[in-house]
Antibody, heavy 122, light 107 residues
Framework: EEQLVESGGALVEPGGSLRLSCAGS????????MNWVRQAPGKGLEWVAY????????YYTDSVKGRFTISRDNARNSLFLQMTGLKVEDTAVYYC???????????????WGQGTLVTVSS | DIQMTQSPPSLSASVGDRVAITCRTS??????LGWYQQKPGKAPKRLIS???ILQRGVPSRFSGSGYGTEFTLTIRSLQPEDFATYYC?????????FGQGTRLEIK
């Protein structure tokens, strides 16, 4: 079964840092592009960041540029999101999402993890 | 940025009804749009890719149409399990953007 499992969510104070992880299994992780998408409590979905299967290019939504860093370790089938300078408005469930628009199977945003909750509060 | 306008924001319908949800984009995205269903406390599930391709395992009462700037998700003969929130997503350009969501409720 193709699966993504996020971890690392926690309660953190404003200005703090956190590192989210996402473990992929059941598919060739290194062949797929990956994204982070978040959802604030009771709100809609917001795309956060993208990384190509090779590690480059990388894209971010404007509100996290300079504060968040997406990365991956294909040897460990893992995706990461390093978050620094956290703000109250970063409070959300963060989803890891598989993607392929680069021609491997051409299947965008198809598999989603179950999400991990990040709460930024004092 | 590509702006997404999804309508209606909420919809009340009965089992057996046919409903349609629309997503309009601020610029031409060809067919680079997907539709997702989300139930409370769960991750979104993709229903439709590239505007009209039904995902394997998704019931045929779901269908997608449209190209360019206007897209529609149609659900015919609503079933109890279809009451959920629906989102469109465009992946034609960065930043990737979602519609605001449509909450489908039981009348």
């Amino acid at each position: 079964e193709e699966q993504l499992v996020e971890s690392g969510g926690a309660l953190v104070e404003p200005g703090g840092s956190l590192r989210l992880s996402c473990a992929g299994s059941g598919f060739s992780f290194s062949s797929y592009e990956m994204n982070w998408v978040r959802q604030a409590p009771g709100k809609g979905l917001e795309w956060v960041a993208y990384i190509h299967h090779s590690g480059s290019p990388i894209y971010y939504t404007d509100s996290v540029k300079g504060r968040f860093t997406i990365s991956r370790d294909n040897a460990r089938n893992s995706l990461f999101l390093q978050m620094t300078g956290l703000k109250v408005e970063d409070t959300a469930v963060y989803y890891c999402v598989r993607d392929d628009r680069d021609g491997y199977v051409d299947d965008p945003f198809d598999v989603w993890g179950q999400g991990t909750l990040v709460t930024v509060s004092s | 940025d590509i702006q997404m306008t999804q309508s209606p924001p909420s919809l009340s319908a009965s089992v057996g009804d046919r409903v349609a949800i629309t997503c309009r984009t601020s610029q031409d995205i060809k067919s680079d749009l997907g539709w997702y269903q989300q139930k409370p406390g769960k991750a979104p599930k993709r229903l439709i890719s590239y505007a009209s391709i039904l995902q394997r395992g998704v019931p045929s009462r779901f269908s997608g149409s449209g190209y360019g700037t206007e897209f529609t998700l149609t659900i015919r003969s609503l079933q109890p399990e279809d009451f959920a929130t629906y989102y469109c997503l465009q992946h034609n350009d960065y930043p990737i953007t979602f519609g605001q969501g449509t909450r489908l409720e039981i009348k």
